[in-house]
């Protein structure tokens, strides 16, 4: 006899691996995170008085700005997002942007693009919205932004903000083993609602993404009390999940 389902919901929230800069509020600009090559003074600085006029920067003179992601899910797409400032006198030149060793885009502006509002105040300054889509294979990434400048900082200069990573399709990996190990059966964002009754073993260990809700409750669940996980679970000894039969 099949065991039963008293409650189970996953709710799919927005799936934000990691974000930085993203208000004008100096402590939610965490220049620490991130590994400089280059000028490492630099760190966080504004122009103009307008919204979105803090920074992480100004960098310059052949600078590279990294962050490291050593435990993602494989195969997963990520939207990127960020904002680069570019500031003075940028003869054709840009700052080019990689997730792992992939070129996302080199950012190339004039000296004339802009408006004259903050550094040395000789030539225009920008603010440039990007957004990317690329999809992970390994479970490692790392995002790069760096320039091509051949003068001094105080000449031609950038800064960046509004740095988020988030996950496209959302999704958690049941597993039959501790471990994140053995058998895994996985529910996404978008799948038909009636797979979320269809997991054909005790659970040992769940594995989510960021911004996923999971509930479940059930006679054979810690005595049928309601269980919320918002992170992933490693072990999850004595939860007893219902056997699925599958109808012959």
């Keep these: 006899m099949a065991f039963t389902i008293s409650f189970i919901r996953i709710v799919f929230l927005k799936s934000i691996l990691y974000q930085n800069c993203i208000t004008d509020n100096i402590a939610d ?3 620490w995170e991130f590994s400089i090559e280059g000028m490492t003074s630099a760190t966080i600085d504004r122009c103009s008085s307008q919204p979105k006029n803090l ?3 100004p960098y310059g003179e052949k600078t590279k700005v990294s962050k490291n992601f050593p435990n993602l899910q494989p195969n997963k797409q ?3 997002s960020i904002s680069i400032w570019k500031f003075d ?5 840009g700052v080019e942007i990689y997730a792992n060793n992939l070129l996302l885009k080199n950012a190339i502006f004039t000296d004339r ?3 004259k509002i903050c550094r040395n105040g ?5 603010f440039q919205p990007l957004k990317f889509k690329f999809q992970t294979t390994g479970t490692a990434l790392t995002i790069s932004l760096k320039d091509n400048f051949d003068q001094s900082n105080w000449d031609e200069s950038w800064g960046f903000r509004d ?3 988030e996950v496209i399709v959302p999704c958690v990996k049941f597993y ?5 190990t053995g058998t895994v059966f996985q529910i996404c964002q978008g799948d038909n609602p009636k797979k979320q009754t269809s997991i054909p073993y005790e659970i040992k260990s769940i594995l989510m993404d960021p911004g996923i809700i999971v509930k479940i409750k059930g006679p054979n669940y810690f005595s049928g009390v309601l269980q919320t996980y918002t992170n992933s679970q490693i072990c999850l000894n004595g939860f007893k999940f219902p056997k699925y039969i599958n109808p012959t």
């Design 78 to 80: 990520l939207e990127f």
């Design 176 to 180: 039959s083993e501790c471990n994140y």
């Design 89 to 93: 006198s940028w003869d054709s030149e």
């Design 113 to 115: 693009q802009g408006t």
């Design 163 to 165: 740095f988020i990573i």
């Design 55 to 57: 920074y992480m920067g």
């Design 122 to 126: 000789e030539f225009e300054d920008l």
């Design 29 to 31: 600009c965490r220049y």
